[in-house]
């Protein structure tokens, strides 16, 4: 036998109060009477006490809220995102949403719509991670949805939407100070390759090495694959160098991961004679050995802004928001996989 479904009516039973009043407190609707905030909790924590559970499509075929939140991603497969969608799991719930996910790399085709990516579209509010250019008729039918969206990570996307991105360029200055801070003035660059040609954290190195040291040597910029065989191939090759770098910096985690298991391979020892910086602060990242220095993606204050901003608009259909953009400094976590250059 199954768990019985417990109904409004159990509720309102329950909690002493009327089935209206469970259905305006539950669904977040408003009043012409204000609900006194102790009932509205004794509701509330009733409806948790006996387990309550919404049926979002039948919510949804009534018009009402479905306390779901759609979230498209735009790649399952990058591990970066599995982060991400567990912290949007985390603060969905602790706005009393679920998640739907939807997913689109290699799935759309031209002309393709949103009802295929997401499995249902009876959402409150849809949040977007990850850079979308590349899918226009999902773009061009976002515009025309009923429902508010919120665009996190979108990358050189075109502003549609509130939209909150990490400032890239910024992080990737902060590591490269901490390698000349600590002397170092041959530092190379392994530059992963991102989707839609994203560029901005190798253009970042660019412009520093051009700013402080008049440029960047020949072959100290190597672009690889955004894996860890793909850092490990790239520092081998700058290893090979006449004059090889005494520090790098990556473009991603995975990538630096790479490279510190080239350098042990080719019996490098690190930070003793290569320093290592990687960005995104990944979970492995600091488990390797040594634990990596990076930047840390402020993967929970995006993605809060992202559902604090869903929600509200959400609630508020009257809200009519324009495309704005809200950007997040990248901290940078000191480690153990650079020093000082080694003397010569």
Not at 193 to 203: M, Q, S, V
Request: aromatic fraction near 4%.
């Amino acid at each position: 036998m199954g768990r019985p479904v417990v109904t409004m009516r159990d509720i309102a039973a329950a909690s002493g109060v009327s089935q209206s009043t469970v259905s305006r407190v539950l669904n977040n609707a408003p009043t012409r009477v204000p609900i006194a905030a102790e009932t509205r909790e004794r509701v509330i924590q009733t409806a948790r006490h006996l387990g309550y559970r919404p049926n979002p499509l039948a919510r949804g075929l009534r018009g009402a809220s479905t306390n779901l939140i759609g979230a498209v991603v735009r790649d399952f497969s990058d591990v970066f995102y599995a982060g991400v969608i567990e912290s949007l799991v985390v603060e969905s719930m602790a706005h009393g949403y679920n998640v739907v996910l939807g997913h689109v790399h290699g799935q759309l085709d031209e002309g393709t719509p949103l009802t295929t990516v997401l499995e249902t579209r009876h959402t409150d509010a849809i949040i977007l991670l990850g850079d979308m250019q590349a899918y226009p008729e999902l773009l061009a039918d976002l515009r025309g949805s009923s429902v508010p969206v919120v665009g996190l990570w979108q990358g050189t996307s075109p502003l549609e939407f509130p939209t909150a991105n990490p400032d890239d360029r910024a992080g990737i200055r902060a590591g490269l100070e901490h390698l000349a801070s600590l002397g170092h003035r041959r530092i190379g660059f392994l530059s992963a390759e991102l989707p839609n040609g994203y560029r901005i954290r190798e253009d970042a190195y660019v412009d520093f090495m051009r700013e402080r040291f008049g440029g960047v040597p020949d072959g100290y910029l190597q672009r690889c694959a955004g894996t860890m065989d793909g850092g490990e191939s790239a520092l081998t090759g700058l290893m090979s160098l006449a004059e090889p770098p005494t520090a790098v910096a990556a473009s991603t985690d995975l990538v630096g991961v790479g490279a510190l298991h080239a350098a042990h391979k080719l019996g490098i020892p690190v930070p003793g004679r290569l320093s290592v910086v990687g960005f995104d602060d990944i979970l492995i990242a600091a488990h390797t050995v040594p634990a990596l220095t990076t930047l840390r993606m402020p993967i929970v204050e995006i993605v809060g802004y992202g559902v604090s901003q869903a929600v509200a608009l959400a609630r508020d259909p009257s809200e009519t928001p324009g495309p704005s953009m809200t950007v997040f400094e990248l901290p940078l976590i000191i480690r153990d996989s650079t020093a000082p250059p080694a003397a010569r």
